[in-house]
């Protein structure tokens, strides 16, 4: 069963172009939603995150929206540079217990130059 | 400099042998965890240790084992169980507190040959 669920699987954008990427989750239990980038051959490293008592958050060019009631959340990178392109997963756990983070399935940014 | 330590980067089995992947850090982290990731498909975890000498099964644990014998290790044992082990494997660690980040390792390709 998939908790979290993120689209799309591939974005190209322009550069100077809004990236946008969607993600919906299940369990209304999840109580924070970060975001990771990944570069080819590397680990992902956090790039963003928020608590559902907030409806946005930016840091820089990244914004993350979110929506309680309709459990979703996305992720926008303002003026992208090539230097964005790589693969980005949402993620959301329970911050009681384990904090075991559920990812999306990813999304392969390219920004064309 | 502080962080998350994979080896090998770059690992070959033959069917039908057990491998083992290293994982240390020296963040005096609390939490660890085993991620497998493929193609299309996120991080699904593995296995994860809140604490020394424990530890519980993830969303995939089948064909794997690990233990955690001391703070900063926590090894993971592919075995021959595994039916389909090809793939990238990433580590991570997170302390206690709650929205505090949840760093990773730069990860082991592991490839069945």
């Known amino acids: 069963q998939q908790q979290v669920k993120q689209s799309p699987q591939s974005l190209i954008v322009q550069k100077g172009g809004i990236s946008i990427i969607n993600c919906a989750y299940e369990?209304?239990?999840?109580?924070?939603f970060p975001w990771y980038q990944q570069f080819p051959g590397k680990g992902p490293a956090l790039l963003i995150a928020?608590?559902?008592?907030?409806s946005e958050k930016k840091e820089g060019r990244f914004t993350i929206s979110f929506n309680k009631s309709a459990k979703q959340f996305s992720l926008h990178i303002m003026d992208s540079q090539p230097g964005d392109s790589a693969t980005y997963f949402c993620?959301?756990?329970?911050?009681?217990?384990?904090?075991?983070?559920?990812f999306g399935q990813g999304t392969r940014l390219t920004i064309n130059p | 400099d502080g962080g998350i330590t994979q080896s090998p980067k770059y690992l070959f089995r033959k069917e039908g042998q057990n491998v083992t992947l290293s994982c240390e850090q020296n963040?005096?982290?609390?939490?660890m965890y085993w991620y497998r990731q493929d193609p299309g498909q996120g991080l699904r975890l593995i296995y994860y240790?809140?604490?020394?000498?424990?530890?519980q099964k993830g969303d995939i644990a089948e064909g794997y084992s690990v233990s955690r014998e001391k703070k900063e290790s926590f090894p993971l044992t592919v075995t021959s169980a595994q039916k389909n082990p090809t793939a990238f494997y990433l580590c991570?660690?997170?302390?206690?507190?709650?929205?505090?980040?949840?760093?990773f390792g730069q990860g082991t390709r592991l490839t069945v040959v």
């Open positions: 928020i608590r559902p008592d907030v």
């Open positions: 963040l005096n982290h609390d939490a």
């Open positions: 993620a959301a756990s329970v911050l009681q217990g384990a904090q075991k983070l559920v």
């Open positions: 369990n209304t239990a999840f109580d924070y």
């Open positions: 240790s809140q604490i020394v000498n424990d530890f």
């Open positions: 991570a660690s997170k302390d206690g507190r709650a929205t505090t980040e949840a760093f």
